[in-house]
């Protein structure tokens, strides 16, 4: 059991830049894949970016491909994801999660086995 807190969510304009964090407990850290997904106002929850528990192998979902990037730090139990060129529809509640076995594309639960609360990220126009 890893316990997950997100952090770094905030209200930013179109075009900006925001990073939010993830903060993982547990020296079974470093054994996890973890993942970023968000859930927008009235939608279901989506695949954002996901990494290895290496840091080795990265996935993205097409819709944030080339401007969002995810990274970890395995000493410091943390992973990133740095959102870069923003859109309005980027808003949303991000979650952090971390699993054995991901499905990065089958949702609602993508086979992880921990999820943080979530982060509210707000992109305006």
């Known amino acids: 059991q890893v316990q997950l807190v997100e952090s770094g969510g905030g209200l930013v304009q179109a075009g900006g830049s925001l990073s939010v964090s993830c903060a993982a407990s547990g020296r079974a850290f470093r054994n996890y894949a973890m993942g970023w997904f968000r859930q927008a106002p009235g939608k279901e929850r989506e695949f954002v970016a996901g990494?290895?528990?290496?840091?080795?192998?990265?996935y993205y979902a097409d819709s944030v491909k080339g401007r969002f990037t995810i990274s970890r730090d395995n000493a410091k139990n943390t992973v990133y994801l740095q959102m870069n060129s923003l859109k309005p529809e980027d808003t949303a509640v991000y979650y952090c999660?971390?699993?054995?076995?991901?499905?990065?594309?089958?949702?609602?639960?993508?086979?992880?086995?921990?999820w943080g609360k979530g982060t509210l990220v707000t992109v305006s126009s």
């Open positions: 990494i290895s528990a290496a840091g080795a192998t990265i």
């Open positions: 999660a971390a699993g054995v076995f991901p499905r990065w594309y089958v949702g609602p639960g993508y086979g992880m086995d921990s």
